[in-house]
């Protein structure tokens, strides 16, 4: 299994780490990197809840109830099993200068951006393409900056959805919950 998942990390690494390289990549993938972490989407959940309409808050409070979900695995994944770097590994790496304190697996910027796709797609299903194709692109750009192997953001992408999918068909009365605070004290 262990041999499978090599391969897999090689093929792809080679394709969006090498292959793919171009100067306007260069400067797009830091930028869309920086869109996809657990902080932006975090912001964008409590921009939704506090400037939304009801159902854009009921989308906002569902996704920060997925987000806080699996950044808990992501951490504790990342501690458990305390996978390093691709640039702290390999050798013939396209790097940017990115240094991160943290492990490798999973990818948080991609379970991140995976969580908002999903709930807004959940949500509002007729752009569901538009935010995955987002969600895609942050996980592509962790392994085009050399910070993440393919398998990382693989592990991303499945925890994004699973835990967006918990939440939403399971945890709605959470959401509601919040929603009824949030009501009673006006905001």
Not at 24 to 33: A, E
Not at 59 to 66: D, K, P, S, V
Not at 89 to 100: A, F, P
Not at 153 to 167: D, H, K, Q, T
Request: charged residues 15%; proline residues 2%; contains cysteine.
């Amino acid at each position: 299994m262990k041999k499978i998942f090599e391969k897999f990390d090689n093929y792809f690494f080679s394709i969006f780490n090498n292959k793919i390289k171009n100067s306007y990549f260069d400067k797009t993938m830091i930028y869309i990197t920086n869109m996809g972490g657990a902080i932006s989407n975090t912001i964008i959940s409590f921009i939704l809840i506090f400037l939304g309409n009801n159902k854009i808050k009921l989308i906002g409070i569902e996704l920060l109830i997925a987000l806080f979900f699996s950044q808990i695995i992501v951490q504790f994944l990342k501690r458990t099993l305390g996978r390093k770097r691709p640039y702290k590994v390999l050798d013939n790496l396209n790097t940017y200068g990115i240094e991160m304190k943290d492990y490798s697996f999973p990818s948080g910027h991609t379970t991140a951006s995976f969580c908002l796709a999903t709930v807004f797609s959940l949500n509002i299903p007729h752009l569901s393409v538009v935010f995955f194709i987002f969600a895609g692109l942050v996980g592509i750009s962790r392994i085009y900056l050399g910070v993440h192997y393919p398998s990382d953001v693989l592990a991303g992408i499945i925890l994004g959805i699973i835990s967006s999918f918990i939440v939403h068909y399971n945890f709605q009365w959470a959401v509601e919950a919040i929603n009824n605070i949030l009501a009673m004290i006006n905001l």
